[in-house]
């Protein structure tokens, strides 16, 4: 799922009721999402004066990926290895039993007590998979802290939720989807691309920087 | 998937392994330090058992209860069963307290059915009769598939001991096959259903010529309370023509693993010593059993889009 909040969010082009969705927009090629990808990784470890201490804690399915992505970029510049963990949200969703919910894989986190969490997704959209997430990362420990990193944030939040560290700030439209594809989950080369249905309307989401 | 009635509701080797594979999300929570989710607040699970129970039972309430439902237990021994209320009534009673599920255990065949046909409510089913228990069969798939997976084609397992009276037995044959082991069922002819046709398995009326060969040996409670007549001349003479001995252990492959559903009678159908070995996967059977049940519970509760 690339947009885990999204209503519709499977493989292109994505027939939404309406008719299928089209390619709208490129938004990231590999080697730019890779410098995204590597800017934050210098921001988590600039923001918490070094990256011991730091877990980072990635949402299935993406967001795992990135996870170990950027302990890989961490360790590359730092020379420390920090820990990564893959989170699953599905039994602390508040929409189980209004659409299909099924867990994207096992919980597997090492240990956070005092610890600072960087959970990392890959878009960040009405925010309720991160407050689930911050649901079921509580019950594992408690954190000195927890902040967010995703590589886009395309906007339109229903709850009160931020993000620590973003690749893009994309604005789109409700009805759009943001597909983002990982090589070593989707393969085929790195990218991010806004598709939406063929008529446009409504305003675009509105994103603060 | 509304109910769980029979293996079959899973829809053949890929729905089981769908099931298993679910079932891996829910041993991560049952390791945590709080092995408690929220997924299924505000739902309520019954158990509405009509036959004694220890582990099913208990199984069910605790995996309920991991995923933040509400349980209420029926148990015929304290209820209006006693004053002659039936088993219609007791559904429509219990369903008007408002509940989701009700796990189901009765000595009739096809009762879990019956109930499924008269309630809105999700049902399992928790034993019928000799007819079926899916739960069981998925959990002994599950903790097979752990050691031996995660492929379990041509995986070689014997099923030893009471078939005929055994619900356990029937919904493995039905599991186990789906995945596509190669299946021994075992035992004296007197223990053997009256008919095999249609059940994909061998035979064999002696349990020293499959030792060697098997990779599991599945092993069945003798069901004294089933058995109203006298099938075998004595419990020490099938304990020594069938039991599992650590004699016959002995000659097992190194490797070959040991499973019973529970619960065993140490001495006849399984040597205590046998039991409490390392081939021995009685207790993580139980462990697993609480995992596959939330996953079942999950699937039937909170899995799908609105109810309509």
């Known amino acids: 799922m690339h947009a885990p909040d999204a209503p519709a969010t499977t493989d292109a082009p994505?027939?939404?009721?309406?008719?299928?969705?089209?390619?709208?927009?490129?938004?990231?090629?590999?080697?730019?999402?890779?410098?995204?990808?590597?800017?934050?990784?210098?921001?988590?470890?600039?923001?918490?004066?070094?990256?011991?201490?730091?877990?980072?804690?990635?949402?299935?399915?993406?967001?795992?990926?990135?996870?170990?992505?950027?302990?890989?970029?961490?360790?590359?510049?730092?020379?420390?290895?920090?820990?990564?963990?893959?989170?699953?949200?599905?039994?602390?969703?508040?929409?189980?039993?209004?659409?299909?919910?099924q867990p994207l894989g096992p919980t597997e986190v090492p240990d956070i007590t005092d610890r600072t969490v960087v959970l990392v997704d890959d878009v960040l959209f009405t925010g309720r998979t991160v407050r689930s997430a911050l649901g079921a990362l509580l019950e594992l420990g408690r954190p000195r802290a927890v902040q967010l990193a995703v590589l886009v944030d395309r906007g339109h939040r229903e709850l009160p939720i931020r993000a620590d560290y973003v690749g893009k700030n994309l604005p789109t439209k409700v009805a759009e989807d943001v597909q983002v594809r990982l090589s070593e989950v989707d393969g085929g080369d790195d990218g991010v691309e806004i598709w939406g249905p063929p008529e446009t309307g409504g305003p675009r989401g509105e994103v603060v920087a | 998937m509304k109910h769980l009635l029979s293996i079959d509701d899973l829809g053949g080797r890929a729905g089981i392994e769908e099931m298993l594979d679910l079932t891996d999300s829910f041993v991560e929570v049952t390791r945590r330090e709080i092995p408690k989710v929220p997924a299924l607040r505000g739902k309520t699970v019954v158990s509405l058992f009509y036959e004694d129970s220890t582990r099913t039972r208990l199984s069910f309430e605790t995996a309920a209860k991991r995923l933040g439902a509400d349980t209420m237990t029926f148990s015929v021994s304290s209820s209006s069963v006693k004053k002659g209320e039936s088993l219609l009534d007791t559904v429509q009673t219990i369903e008007a307290m408002g509940i989701d599920a009700i796990v189901v255990r009765h000595s009739a065949a096809g009762a879990a059915h019956r109930v499924a046909s008269w309630t809105a409510a999700s049902v399992v089913n928790g034993g019928d009769g000799r007819r079926e228990h899916p739960t069981q069969g998925l959990l002994d798939a599950f903790t097979l598939r752990r050691h031996r997976g995660p492929s379990l084609d041509g995986?070689?397992?014997?099923?030893?001991?009471?078939?005929?009276?055994?619900?356990?037995?029937?919904?493995?044959?039905?599991?186990?096959?789906?995945?596509?082991?190669?299946?021994?069922?075992?035992?004296?002819?007197?223990?053997?259903?009256?008919?095999?046709?249609?059940?994909?398995?061998?035979?064999?009326?002696?349990?020293?010529?499959?030792?060697?060969?098997?990779?599991?040996?599945?092993?069945?409670?003798?069901?004294?309370?089933?058995?109203?007549?006298?099938?075998?001349?004595?419990?020490?003479?099938?304990?020594?023509?069938?039991?599992?001995?650590?004699?016959?252990?002995?000659?097992?492959?190194?490797?070959?693993?040991?499973?019973?559903?529970?619960?065993?009678n140490r001495g006849i159908e399984i040597a205590a010593e046998v039991a409490d070995s390392p081939r021995s996967l009685v207790t993580e059977q139980v462990a697993n059993g609480v995992a596959v049940r939330m996953a079942v519970l999950w699937t039937l509760l909170g899995s799908g889009g609105p109810v309509v």
């Open chain 1, 14 to 101: 994505i027939d939404s009721g309406g008719g299928r969705f089209v390619f709208r927009a490129g938004v990231f090629d590999a080697p730019t999402l890779r410098r995204a990808l590597t800017r934050i990784a210098h921001e988590i470890v600039e923001r918490n004066h070094g990256p011991d201490g730091v877990v980072l804690v990635g949402l299935y399915t993406r967001g795992v990926a990135l996870a170990h992505r950027l302990a890989v970029s961490i360790e590359s510049f730092e020379g420390v290895s920090v820990p990564t963990g893959a989170l699953d949200v599905a039994f602390y969703r508040d929409d189980i039993g209004l659409r299909p919910v």
């Open chain 2, 155 to 264: 995986c070689r397992v014997a099923i030893v001991g009471d078939i005929r009276n055994s619900r356990v037995a029937r919904s493995n044959v039905r599991a186990f096959h789906a995945l596509g082991c190669d299946i021994t069922l075992v035992g004296p002819p007197t223990l053997l259903p009256e008919s095999l046709v249609g059940w994909p398995v061998r035979v064999s009326y002696d349990l020293d010529d499959v030792l060697g060969e098997v990779d599991v040996v599945s092993l069945l409670r003798i069901q004294r309370e089933r058995i109203a007549d006298a099938l075998f001349p004595s419990l020490r003479e099938y304990a020594h023509r069938w039991g599992l001995t650590a004699e016959r252990a002995a000659r097992l492959k190194p490797d070959t693993l040991v499973m019973h559903p529970g619960p065993m």
